[in-house]
Nanobody, 121 residues
Framework: QVQLVEFGGGLVQPGGSLRLSCVAS????????MGWYRRAPGKERELVAQ???????TYADSVKGRFTISRDNAKNTVYLQGNSLKPEDTAVYYC???????????????WGQGTQVTVSS
């Protein structure tokens, strides 16, 4: 089985920083992309940032210049560094990974359990 476990989150003051991490564990052949999504109260889930196997990254417009996604392939871990946080960054953040479990199998999306980030004074 594949499991994604997230770390980090919590209460942060406006203008502050946070670092989320997510580790993929289990048995699998390869990880294509890893990323972070978030769902704010009353809103749809949205992509925050994503990093692909070639280290190409993509960001939501709302976090560009403030958030940085990175990946440690040796540790099957993805990080999200957020700076200059705003109250509108408050949401449950979910880790996502697109994983191929066996060499000739199709890729599937896996999700973490979510971690709450609250930006408030």
């Amino acid at each position: 089985q594949v499991q994604l476990v997230e770390f980090g989150g919590g209460l942060v003051q406006p203008g502050g920083s946070l670092r989320l991490s997510c580790v993929a564990s289990g048995t699998f052949f390869s990880i294509n992309s890893m990323g972070w999504y978030r769902r704010a109260p009353g809103k749809e889930r949205e992509l925050v940032a994503q990093v692909f196997s070639g280290d190409t990254t993509t960001y939501a417009d709302s976090v560009k210049g403030r958030f940085t996604i990175s990946r440690d392939n040796a540790k099957n871990t993805v990080y999200l560094q957020g700076n200059s946080l705003k109250p509108e960054d408050t949401a449950v953040y979910y880790c996502n990974a697109r994983i191929r479990r066996r060499r000739y199998w199709t890729e599937n999306d896996y999700w973490g359990q979510g971690t709450q980030v609250t930006v408030s004074s």
